[in-house]
Structure formats: structure tokens, C-alpha cells
């Protein structure tokens, strides 16, 4: 299966742990990826748009938290949906200049 790489990446994550991740030695960032997207096609989409070498790259799917609402008429129970999450480590001495702010 072939996909672009804007249907590939999704978007970044942004938490203070991707911060400190990617502020690290080892230069790692993290992507919201498409569920369907494999190691090759999510290190390929990366290239292709930053313009960086992508090393390697750890997929992992993300559950579903359980999520409760208030309303008038009590608590309405649900969840969070499922997603997959891509950690991309960067070559020595690369980085992606968007996240940097330069």
C-alpha cells in the first residue's frame, strides 16, 4: 500500500516528554501517524518532508483512555480513541527546524 507522506504523518506530539526527548543527544521526535503506516513508509514520509535522515524508528499503538463527561443529567462514560505514535531518531547532528523554532 502506497501513501503520501502529508496522509502518513499526522502531526507532531507536543507534551514536555517529546520535549525533553527531542532536546536530547539522540535527537528523537515523535509523530501521530496513520494507523495503516508502516517503519518504512513513516521513515520515508519524514525525509521526504524535513528534509532529514530518520536512523530508526518505534511504532506503538496507543489505547484508549476511559473519559467521563458531566452533564445535567449525571456523568456520561466514554472513552479516548485509539491512535498509533511514531519515535523517530534522527542522524548525529540533524535536526527538524519547525520544532526548534528557527
Known sequence: MSMDADTVIIEPVL?????????????KYVFKVHPKANKMQIMR??????????V??????????????????????????????AIVTLAHGERIDVFEGG
Open 15 to 27: 507534551t514536555e516528554k517529546t520535549n525533553i526527548m527531542r532536546e536530547a543527544e539522540e535527537r
Open 45 to 54: 514520509a519524514v525525509h521526504e518532508l524535513f528534509s532529514v535522515n530518520p
Open 56 to 85: 530508526s524508528c518505534r511504532v506503538l499503538n496507543v489505547k484508549a483512555k476511559p473519559r467521563s463527561a458531566r452533564t445535567r443529567s449525571g456523568f456520561r462514560v466514554g472513552h479516548t480513541g485509539t491512535w498509533k505514535k
